[in-house]
Nanobody, 116 residues
């Protein structure tokens, strides 16, 4: 079993920046890919960014050039640096991992609100 705990969400003004982080924990596990998805009210969950253990990244089109994903494998932590935030970035951001046991795990989510 893998537990994911996100932190760093909150209210930010348009054009501002915010960093999210997510710690993976559990017993006898290995996380492989890690990343972030988001879900805005009334919309389906969408890809934000993912990163493999080997640091290969994949970004959603709407965040390319503004968001940066990184991870610390030793700490089982993934980060999401968000810049030039827009109101349409408002969503619940979910941490995700694909573990060595072949299962997907999700965090409970952290709310990011971009508003003046």
């Amino acid at each position: 079993q893998v537990q994911l705990v996100e932190s760093g969400g909150g209210l930010v003004q348009p054009g501002g920046s915010l960093t999210l982080d997510c710690l993976a924990s559990g017993s006898a596990f290995r996380v492989n890919d890690m990343g972030w998805y988001r879900q805005a009210p009334g919309k389906p969950r969408e890809l934000v960014a993912t990163m493999t253990r080997g640091a290969r990244t994949n970004y959603g089109n709407s965040v390319k050039g503004r968001f940066t994903i990184s991870r610390d494998n030793a700490k089982n932590t993934v980060y999401l640096q968000m810049h030039s935030l827009k109101p349409e970035d408002t969503a619940v951001y979910y941490c995700w991992t694909y573990a060595a046991n072949g299962m997907d795990y999700w965090g409970k989510g952290t709310l990011v609100t971009v508003s003046s």
